[in-house]
């Protein structure tokens, strides 16, 4: 573990652990599957953590206010790997960050770096759930972390205060509902969907169930130097005037940010029915 700490400390990365690969199965099915390389023994699951303290002028989620994770910390993972393959040319490292068949969730809870929250989150006991996840996956065999027991506080805030009621009465997560989500969806939205990104007055994601999370008090500033540059606090029509490629904001077409910045004007929102009014039969 000691050398492993020196050379990902070395790339920038100071917070991770270590589970079998076998303890992250069943994987998710994407492209990036065919990434992962064959015999693969051991998962290094990193955390970076994201907070950069509070705004009250925001309309996007935290983790958008940053420059694009997937960038950062895909340079990050990069650079672990070229120095891990130096160490030990005959075996084989494949990164990943979200975009990954790993459930990075539960890998992270099997390497031993927190608990799930009742909202569905990695929590970190030091950084929250305020930290990104990503992964390197390889044939190395290495010593694996003890998993994370014990569960958050279960004090349910996260549910309870949920703009789009993503959780059931059951406690599942319908993320069909989840207002992070609805921001992303392409598309036409309903009118309840609307009227629920209007409320949040929200733009892009939604923090709703962490901002609440008692876990997340008193959260230490990121030490990722990247994350500390050009924050983005608003998302608006001067800000869409330029190019926006370097936020995760940038995912989805602007057509669909321009569409969140619609609604916020809408007067009408508030008076779009639901469900389309029946037709009344003609009387004539
Ligand atoms: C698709 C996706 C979404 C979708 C659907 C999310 C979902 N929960 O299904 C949408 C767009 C809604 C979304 C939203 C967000 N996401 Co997202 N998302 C993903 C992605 C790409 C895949 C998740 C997935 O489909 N997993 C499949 C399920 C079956 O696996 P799982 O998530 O590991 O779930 C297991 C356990 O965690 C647990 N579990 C899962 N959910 C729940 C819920 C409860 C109540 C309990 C008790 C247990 C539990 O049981 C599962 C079975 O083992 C992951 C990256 C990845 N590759 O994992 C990021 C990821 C989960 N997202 C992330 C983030 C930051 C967010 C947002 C906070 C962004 C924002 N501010 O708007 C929100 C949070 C919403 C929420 N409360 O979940 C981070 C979470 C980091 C962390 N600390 O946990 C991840 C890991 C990305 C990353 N690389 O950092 N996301």
Redesign the pocket.
């Known amino acids: 573990m000691e050398p492993l700490q020196s050379l990902l400390g070395d790339a920038g990365i100071r917070h991770f652990g270590i589970c079998r690969f076998t303890d992250t199965l069943p994987l ?1 099915e994407c492209r990036a599957k065919s990434r992962i390389p064959a015999g693969a023994q051991s998962v290094i699951v990193c955390l970076f953590p994201y907070y950069t303290g509070e705004s009250p002028v925001a309309n996007l ?3 958008a206010r940053v420059p694009d994770y997937h960038l950062v910390v895909g340079d990050l993972l990069k650079q672990a790997c070229l120095k891990l393959r130096d160490a030990f040319p005959s075996e084989q490292f494949a990164a990943f ?2 975009n ?1 068949p ?5 890998a992270a809870r099997m390497a031993g770096l927190g608990v ?1 929250g ?5 929590i970190h006991e030091r950084f929250g ?1 305020f ?4 992964e390197i996956v390889s044939t190395l065999r290495l010593p694996y972390s003890a998993p994370s027991s014990g569960t958050c506080r279960q004090c349910g805030r996260c549910r309870a205060v949920c703009p789009g009621q993503a ?1 059931d009465e059951n ?1 599942y ?1 319908l ?1 069909e509902r ?1 207002l ?2 609805l921001t ?1 969806k392409k598309g036409e939205l309903t009118g309840e969907q609307r009227r629920k990104i209007q409320k949040s007055g929200v733009i892009w ?3 709703r ?2 901002d609440i999370c008692v876990h997340n008090r008193d959260l230490p500033i990121t030490d990722i130097p990247a994350f500390l540059e050009d924050n983005v606090f608003r998302i608006d029509a001067d800000l869409l005037s330029r190019p926006i490629d370097r936020y995760a904001f940038a995912y989805r077409p602007k057509s669909v940010l321009y569409r969140n910045l619609g609604i916020m004007e809408d007067e009408m929102c508030d008076t779009t029915p639901m469900v389309p009014a029946p037709k009344q039969e003609n009387k004539d």
């Not at 790993?102 to 539960?106: S, T």
């Not at 009742?118 to 990695?122: D, F, H, T």
């Not at 930290?131 to 990503?134: K, L, N, T, V, Y």
Request: proline share 0%; hydrophobic share 35%.
């Open positions: 998710l989620s935290k983790y960050a979200d990954s790993i459930r990075e969730v539960h799930v009742m909202n569905g989150l990695l759930s930290c990104f996840i990503g959780f406690g997560f993320k989840c992070s989500f992303q994601g939604c923090d169930c962490q």
